[in-house]
């Protein structure tokens, strides 16, 4: 009358395994780890029959085990036992991996930062938006995050809940990751400060070209998504020799490529009418200067 159930945490950490609220049943809980191949190869690490009236107040015959340190990569296999009673019941199990708090800062001096404000989401948040703080007023925002110890984890810094921002790699090293081109942190098990990044780039805002930033930020697209036609509109305080634009798929195919003449005021469109539906990006390319923006065509 036994169930088995395995469970091999990504990060070390703790479980705590709870019968308490769920049951109305006699149940006893073992935890092992080995080879399970046979019950010889098993080797209980952890037990639990009757928590008791203080710990389980709704099931004193029910079963509760706490804070168990569980190691990363380590299969744990878990057996309960209800032969006492014919009812049904549930139990959950709580994983907590031990964690090191990770402040992330982003230099938005060369933003117009949104109303609502200024964000990072990754996968220690499973990538839901955590606020980030300039409580000095320099631009320099900040999160203080707790982020798994030992671990690699991406991530992306926001401009307004839903600003993802475009990583410009072709300043500096290149520091994305990955197929939506994330950021990257490696922890250890100690505290950190990540180095000042300007918003959109891998490198801090004073090794941005000026002319590229004029260039950043002269750029508009709509709508977007789209459908048939992408208006871009660009305005500059002074006329570009040329514009070449791109558009390239997620294989980095280009299946859109224009010529645009010297100018300081643009106002084009494009017909991606005929693309597949999907997520695409825009490339505005003018000597050495780059600037790109995420499409999604639907």
């Known amino acids: 009358n036994s169930q088995w159930y395995a469970f091999t945490p990504e990060f070390d950490g703790a479980i705590t395994i709870n019968s308490c609220e769920f ?38 015959l029910a079963s509760f085990i706490g804070d168990f340190a569980v190691t990363a990569g380590t299969t744990y296999y878990i057996e309960w036992i209800d032969r006492w009673s014919e009812d049904a019941f549930s139990w959950e199990l709580s994983y907590d991996p031990i964690s090191v708090d990770i402040t992330f800062l982003v230099d938005m001096s060369l933003e117009d930062v949104a109303a609502d404000g200024v964000f990072i989401a990754g996968e220690f948040s499973d990538f839901q938006n955590i606020a ?26 926001k401009n307004g809940a839903d600003g993802w921002e475009g990583i410009d790699t072709s300043i500096g090293d290149n520091c994305t990751v990955g197929d939506f081109g994330d950021r990257q942190i490696t922890t250890t098990d100690m505290n950190a400060v990540t180095d000042l990044v300007c918003f959109g780039y891998c490198v801090t805002c004073n090794l941005v070209d000026v002319s590229e930033v004029e260039l950043q930020q002269g750029v508009s697209i709509f709508p977007n998504p789209t459908k048939d036609q992408l208006q871009v509109q660009i305005e500059l305080p002074e006329a ?24 300081s005021v643009y106002q084009q469109s494009l017909d991606v009418s005929q693309l597949p539906a999907g997520t695409y990006t825009l490339q505005l390319l003018s000597g050495d200067l780059q600037v790109t923006r995420r499409v999604i065509v639907q």
């Open 132 to 157: 980030m703080a300039d409580e000095d007023s320099d631009g320099i925002y900040t999160a203080v995050v707790a982020v798994p110890q030992n671990a690699m984890q991406r991530y992306k810094f």
């Open 23 to 60: 049951s109305g049943s006699d149940n006893h809980v073992f935890i092992y780890t080995g080879d399970c191949a046979t019950f010889s190869g098993l080797t209980l690490v952890a037990a639990n029959d009757n928590a008791g009236e203080e710990v389980c107040p709704l099931n004193e």
């Open 240 to 263: 570009l020799a040329q514009l070449e634009v791109r558009l390239v798929n997620t294989l980095g195919a280009v299946v859109l490529r224009q010529q645009w003449g010297g100018q």
